[in-house]
């Protein structure tokens, strides 16, 4: 089992930027881990936003935060974090660090819910106008 603990959330006004962090503080790596951070803005269903293998870096995103987001390993503080820039407005929400085993189980896609085993229990990001 792995407990994932999502940071870094806060108050924004559209056009600035946060930085988030995903940590496992009973883990001792994220190695063999494949994470992800997905959003849950209101009226919407959780969305896929961006993923990375801790091991080699493979990185898979979402269209809507091409060129915005950046996700990256820190493997000094062994987090994964998630650097967003240019916020918008609709993308006020919640944001969830997950983790799923490639090894163990195969994964569809690196974008789909349900090929995450893991999950934090969000922060909050809210963009104001």
């Known amino acids: 089992q792995v407990h994932l603990v999502e940071s870094g959330g806060g108050l924004v006004q559209a056009g600035g930027s946060l930085r988030l962090s995903c940590t496992a503080p009973e883990h001792s790596t994220f190695n063999r881990l494949f994470v992800a951070w997905f959003r849950q803005v209101p009226g919407k269903e959780r969305e896929f936003v961006r993923s990375i293998s801790w091991m080699t870096t493979v990185q898979y995103y979402s269209d809507s935060v091409k060129g915005r987001f950046t996700i990256s390993r820190d493997i000094a503080k062994n987090t994964v974090d998630l650097q967003m820039n240019s916020l918008e407005f609709e993308e006020t929400g919640v944001y969830y660090c997950?983790?799923?085993?490639?090894?163990?189980?195969?994964?569809?896609?690196?974008?789909?819910?349900?090929?995450?085993?893991?999950w934090g229990q969000g922060t909050q990001v809210t963009v104001s106008l």
């Open positions: 997950a983790a799923a085993e490639p090894q163990r189980r195969p994964l569809r896609d690196r974008q789909s819910e349900n090929d995450y085993e893991f």
